[in-house]
């Protein structure tokens, strides 16, 4: 049983060394061999050449034992980054068979002050496949711990996914993904979560079975904060492999009118309606006056082709991309300047 986090913050404050453990006295250590002449030797504390010395002499002899198993706890609680001490951990398990609730919460701990760790969370799952279906309800609880600390959390979204692809779970994940959008709809990992769902839960329909729904919440999601880019690159991923859909469908065109009547944060607007025009859609008049009432004097009258004026308008209020804005107006197709 591995012993609680109090227990191992005393224990570690009261370590005795390896080599006074009456249970290593058969071991000898094997110390680290940098070569006869190393450039650059790294000084390292007392306690992990020790901690690595022993392990090297186990790892070497492939002893797989209690002993060596609490010797694995030790060096991964010094370098929690060591791929060699996290591997010969799992096999370990596997030969003693070790219980691997025990070992998730051991994870868990060591994850608390290292939750970006590629080797804790490969472990992870590696014990989350191990138990099956029945570590569902566990493993969603501690991403959604690990994304209460950083919702930006790769590994943990990375996990999230991988748990609910090959184990389930998948019942209240648009829900969650809600409530995330809901205390920041500004998350971009929360909307990129929503997009996995919707196109990949298997309780859905997918994603033209969805989109209907999909697309009112984006565009009231876009008015409310028209200058979030998520909601935008969301509005027409719902649309993936379908552009005539999203071309003819009225409400990207007027959700790109009623921005730029507000005369401010139009940005995504603007690209979203040139993005439109590229593809085909006609603008009516209406879409040429909102253009014109957004442009300076200092900027000159605008080019009779809309597309063009849009790419205008995008280099005066977008300055950090204008040489984008120059090099979309170049590309430009015939098609937008004869509208």
């Known amino acids: 049983m591995e012993s609680d986090e109090g227990d191992e913050q005393q224990q570690e404050a009261e370590r005795l060394p390896l080599s006074q453990r009456p249970e290593w006295s058969d071991v000898t250590p094997i110390p680290q061999d940098d070569g006869p002449n190393p450039v650059v030797p790294i000084a390292y504390k007392p306690e992990f050449s020790e901690t690595m010395g022993y392990f090297r002499a186990v790892y070497y002899s492939d002893e797989r034992s209690p002993r060596s198993f609490q010797l694995t706890k030790e060096a991964i609680c010094l370098n929690p980054g060591n791929y060699t001490v996290w591997h010969f951990r799992r096999q370990i398990i596997e030969t003693l068979h070790a219980d691997l609730q025990d070992e998730l919460a051991f994870v868990g701990r060591i994850a608390k002050s290292n939750s970006k760790n590629y080797q804790l969370w490969h472990h992870r799952r590696w014990v989350a ?3 099956g279906t029945g570590a569902v309800n566990k493993e969603l609880q501690f991403t959604k711990k690990m994304l209460s600390l950083d919702a930006k959390n790769y590994h943990a979204w990375s996990h999230r996914q991988w748990v609910l692809q090959a184990l389930g779970g998948w019942e209240d994940e648009l829900d969650y993904c809600q409530m995330l959008l809901g205390e920041d709809i500004f998350n971009n990992s929360a909307w990129n979560q929503r997009y996995f769902v919707v196109t990949r839960s298997p309780l859905l329909g997918g994603l033209i079975a969805m989109r209907d729904s999909e697309v009112n919440f984006t565009i009231e999601a876009i008015l409310g904060n028209p200058e ?11 649309y993936k492999d379908d552009t005539e859909s999203w071309i003819n469908d009225p409400r990207m065109s007027s959700v790109c009118l009623k921005v730029l009547s507000t005369k401010s944060n139009y940005v995504f607007a603007l690209s979203t309606l040139l993005d439109l025009i590229c593809h085909g859609f006609w603008p009516s008049e209406e879409f040429r006056e909102a253009i014109n009432a957004l442009n300076t004097p200092d900027s ?17 209020v977008d300055p950090l991309r ?5 090099w979309r107006k170049s590309k430009l197709p015939l098609t937008v300047s004869s509208q």
């Open 228 to 238: 979030n880019e998520s909601p935008w690159r969301y509005l027409r991923g719902l």
């Open 300 to 316: 000159g009258p605008l080019d009779s082709d809309l597309g063009r004026a849009i790419c205008r308008v995008l280099e005066c």
């Open 129 to 131: 496949e191990k138990l």
């Open 322 to 326: 204008c040489n984008y804005w120059l």
